[in-house]
């Protein structure tokens, strides 16, 4: 087959493809990423890119998303151009991917628990123990002798049954290769590095020369969509030593789930987005060891928990009927791996468990929150809502648990927003209207770049509370006010002009905006209404509501219950709980018990498939309004409002 | 470093090696076998070459092994000399290993247990049920719905459990790899493999589109030093289908189990003897598949039994420790294998287990033996003897086991004896001598080649009888038998002229082959009266003896009573049981109950270490006359001899 050359420019990067290859593929090998939010389906039109040198013509698919000039001077959507001659291709700011973006760490600190969310508030102590998911064992074996002359395993399995109860020991062939050696040139003192998988059964999975019983770490590890978050952990104390966080990699294949379930399920996908996630995971797992000193030899777990697709990428398992009707996955409950199987760097044989999920779209992160939430623990009714582009709800208390997920939109974590973005540096992240006055806060307080999930909220509350917006979300016809203003197609709202943010562009908010928000809080709002009535309670019932995800500590409460994100209860009944699905990996990883009870807990909660319910269609409807069309769900706004 | 080039004469094989290489391994690498009987110790001297181009002088240590002649023409001992030029060597026929040698049907009979040996004599029925060790399951999956939306993997093993009891299922990462795909296009008709591994827990070995239940397949293997035997056995029916056999290919490495052990403890031994002994036993599987019309996916387990060294080797373990006092295995209970992980012509998951072993000289063979004759099933005393290069020896019932290993030395194999051989053919097996006549059978009808094991001892038992040697084994001074001749130094008796034998020089049994023979079954003897008298009995106490191990069913009892290997019994009492290393192996693969009680017997044994036990060579030397100084212990022997 035919091989042409390709330039990246400004860049300059080069490469040589096949002639069936696309330009964004090309762009992939040369090391340059374009923007696909879309997963490469052509159907965002965010990947145009322009051709310099040599031919390409836009496909009658792609002229949608061009306008005339832009044809005229050259411009293709990569993801639909195929490579047919030597081409040199321009890549505009706005199509190229920013390099990978570490989170600061002040940014980070939403990521994790609060310090007030200790293990041993969430941990039911009498029967969850304290048992890592692996543990080391140091062995002074007597030497062997004509009286003592048992097989080199069994002096092994004899020591090991000295200092703990073992019924059940067992161990692979691999590390059985080189015992023999091993025992002798380390004069009998050696490490058993142990995995208690059930009761009766441990496994040993490695022997190491020496006592090295002083190191033995553990990763907990949450996989997002956008974010993974990697806690080290050390597993002979249970504390955290460091945490790192950075945009999952696979973003260069798809901005969302379902955009990453078509990238990995069309032709050698699988493969790529796998090793995005694995190198993702690595780069921070590298960062924090080589910070604290430790050896990735001495780390000897490390536990999961994400959404049912990404865990399934994580193992390397197919995500593709997560997507379609009836939205099957391969498996909740997944086997463990080994580090060596899933190529991490990590002890070869470092176990590797990921949190069991419940459904298609109640993955492991939310089977982890509940675990880290401990409502499974008491007999207080409550709700875990974990905001992102799913909100996934679970309700119920120690007797009874049911869950479900409600295809909420990217609005929350900034897409789908015309000046949105992801919760870093520049994002405005809370908002005061008054009049005509704004007042915002960006986070790390540097100059705007855009606004993400918790300022919209605040955004979307203010102007409805100043009525500059009216319940339905829309600007008045007559709107005077001297911050709205009217774009090509849309009515739109300044928050911040151009001489105020780093882009010089100005920052807004629009009515699609706006609807897109409401939108998405209408189905989250929906959905609990279809679980509570289904159990015949409503929004009183709730005695505690958990708040999970990236929002963190900055959603602003009142201003959420203000428009009708969460219900209407006493703001002190909500608790944040940050990213419980972190949490929950390390329960994960510090109990074994944990692990079983997470196992019992997926299984134990009643799944809701709410596509297939025509009353959540009907609530989801009565829900697009702010706060909700039946003013008597929000006595308190009613009051307020009506006032 | 310098890297020179060797040419191998006659066959012309080439071969560049690095300059601390010797001719040995030189000759290996360019697919050249020459015979290294010690392993490459230099202290055989079988493998002399001579150095027809370059430089090469024999060192101090091997001129013993060479004549004045021979020193001067160039020969030199292939396992002492580092090539340190260019070299063209000449490897003389007697040097050279024969090209693999497949074992004819007709003597490879005796490899199997004779006919009358069914499963079903030996099980015990009512604990060891049939349940091979895989099973297929066809399952036919109702399509997911929204209504039944269950992960696949859970819909698989609801449907496991609908068929079998199942309390807890697991699989591998790998298994569910693909899994979605392969369900979906096998339109939800699928057979999964299982592996019980104990009463709780299957195992999903693998998942394949439609229903191949029909085929499902094992291989029982019987890994000797000298003979590898493979049968195929139908898994269903439990009937064996097929069986080949061949040489060890390890025999290029060393002749026996010690020699085996040095070159795999030598700077990277370990992997080209273990990869030998896989490649014999791949060769066997290929050609029983290809003559069966079974395809190597349809395989799903294999069983093997060999004694501690073979096993270790077949499983990639070193094997050092046991060579050297105190005779330590790494391991006596191996873990099981996958196919993949061995590089076995199998189906990559196919299970791969060991028959378990007691101590470093007594191995899973053994093992396999007590549960294949099934003295452990029934309150008679029995004795099971194996005879080899070790002779191992159990005694007991269902109520005790003992058990030890004689170091037997090479003579009943062939080996350690002026023209023996193994027992394959053109080897005289069966011996008649009246005054100077000779009668002699061979295997196969073949012209004379040699003397097999089973040939030696009635050679020597017509010999003893015919007072042509007396009872230490020597030929009289005054011998004036027209078949005795002097050679160089030592006495010896005509078997067969040169007019009679394939190579026309004439087979003889010299005074030092009777010697050997004598030491061997002193060996055996003394270690029986050694374990016998430790439990206060003595031969009478013997209810059944048990006879395993090549010779098979071509040892005459008589006569091996008559040079006391075997005790002064009613012949009546000794059974032929074959290779019931291959038998107990195949009960394992049939039955996991079988495996689990081999595991138990492997417990239950115990070992009596010979080498320190004062006992031992006290018997042993009083062992050291035909049949044995204590005339009173072979009755019947005394009563033919005195008269």
Redesign the interface.
């Known amino acids: 087959m035919a091989k042409y050359k390709v330039v990246f420019q400004p860049v300059g990067g080069k490469v040589e493809v096949e002639q069936e290859s696309r330009i964004l593929e090309a762009a992939a090998e040369s090391g340059i990423y374009i923007n696909s939010l879309c997963g490469g389906e052509g159907v965002c039109g965010k990947c145009r890119v322009q051709i310099t040198r040599g031919e390409a013509k836009p496909t009658s698919h792609s002229i949608r998303f061009l306008s005339r000039e832009e044809i005229n001077s050259g411009f293709v959507l990569a993801c639909q151009t195929e490579v047919k001659t030597n081409l040199e291709v321009w890549v505009p700011p706005e199509a190229r991917l920013e390099e990978e973006q570490i989170l600061t760490t002040e940014s980070m600190v939403c990521y994790d628990a609060p310090q007030d969310l200790q293990v041993s508030e969430t941990f039911d102590i009498p029967s969850l123990l304290y048992l890592p998911v692996t543990k080391k064992l140091y062995l002074s074996l007597p030497e062997?002798?004509?009286s003592?002359?048992?097989?080199?395993?069994?002096r092994v399995y004899r020591e090991i049954r000295k200092k703990i109860e073992a019924p059940y020991l067992?161990?692979?062939?691999?590390t059985?290769?080189?015992?023999?050696?091993l025992l002798?040139e380390s004069k009998w003192q050696v490490t058993a590095t142990l995995h208690p998988y059930d009761e009766h059964c441990i496994e040993i999975l490695s022997l190491e020369p020496g006592d090295t019983c002083a190191e033995n770490y553990g990763i907990a590890c949450d996989i997002g969509t956008t974010t993974i978050v990697v806690q080290l952990v050390d597993l002979r104390s249970g504390s955290i030593l460091g945490v790192e966080a950075s945009h999952n990699q696979q973003a260069k294949y798809g901005e969302d789930v379902i955009s990453r379930m078509i990238f990995a399920c069309g032709r050698g996908g699988l493969s790529p987005i796998h090793n995005a996630v694995i190198d993702s995971v690595n780069t921070l797992i590298d960062t924090l060891l080589e910070k604290h000193g430790v050896a990735a030899s001495n780390v000897t777990a490390l536990t999961a928990a994400g959404n049912t697709t990404m865990t399934h990428l994580f193992?390397?398992?197919?995500p593709?009927?997560i997507r379609l009707?009836?939205?099957?996955?391969?498996?909740?409950?997944?086997?463990?791996?080994s580090a060596e199987?899933l190529n991490l760097h990590l002890h070869p044989k470092a176990v590797v468990a990921c949190l069991p999920g419940v459904?298609?779209y109640v993955g492991g992160d939310i089977t982890a929150g509940v675990l880290a939430s401990g409502i499974s623990n008491s007999s207080q009714i409550s709700a875990l809502i974990d905001i992102g582009t799913n909100g996934e709800i679970v309700i119920g208390n120690n007797e009874w648990l049911v869950c479900c997920s409600a295809s909420a939109g990217p609005a929350f974590e900034g897409s789908g927003t015309k000046c949105g973005m992801r919760a870093t540096r520049g994002a405005i992240q809370k908002v005061h209207i008054e009049s005509d006055q704004v007042q915002y806060e960006t986070i790390g307080g540097a100059k705007v770049r855009g606004i993400c999930g918790s300022g919209l909220i605040d955004t979307i509350a203010e102007l409805f509370r100043n009525r500059i917006i009216d319940p339905n979300g829309k600007f008045p016809a007559e709107s005077a006010h001297p911050r709205v203003q009217k774009n090509e197609d849309d009515m739109e709202f300044v928050l911040a002009s151009g001489d105020e943010t780093e882009t010089g562009k100005s920052v807004v908010i629009t009515e699609s905006d706006i609807s897109n928000l409401i939108k998405s809080k209408g189905a989250i709002l929906a959905a609990m209404r279809v679980m509570l009535n289904s159990v015949g309670m409503s929004f009183e019932s709730l005695e505690r509501i958990f708040v999970a995800g990236g929002f963190g500590n900055y959603l602003d409460v009142e201003k959420a219950i203000f428009i009708g994100l969460l219900p209407d209860v006493s703001p002190e009944r909500v608790k944040f709980i940050g990213n419980s699905s972190l949490t929950g990996a390390r329960m994960g990883l510090l109990s074994r018990h944990a692990l079983e009870r997470a196992n019992t807990l997926a299984r134990q909660m009643t799944y809701f498939?709410l596509?297939?319910d025509p009353k959540f269609y009907d609530e989801f409807v009565a829900a697009l309004f702010l706060p909700h069309t039946d003013m008597d769900l929000f006595p308190s706004i009613k009051r307020m409002m009506g006032s």
Do not use: K, Q
């Open positions: 062997p002798s004509l003592d002359n048992i097989a080199d395993l069994d067992e161990t692979s062939l691999s059985l290769r080189g015992l023999a050696e002798r193992m390397g398992l197919e593709c009927t009707e009836p939205y099957i996955p391969t498996a909740n409950f997944l086997p463990t791996g199987e459904s298609s498939e596509s297939v």
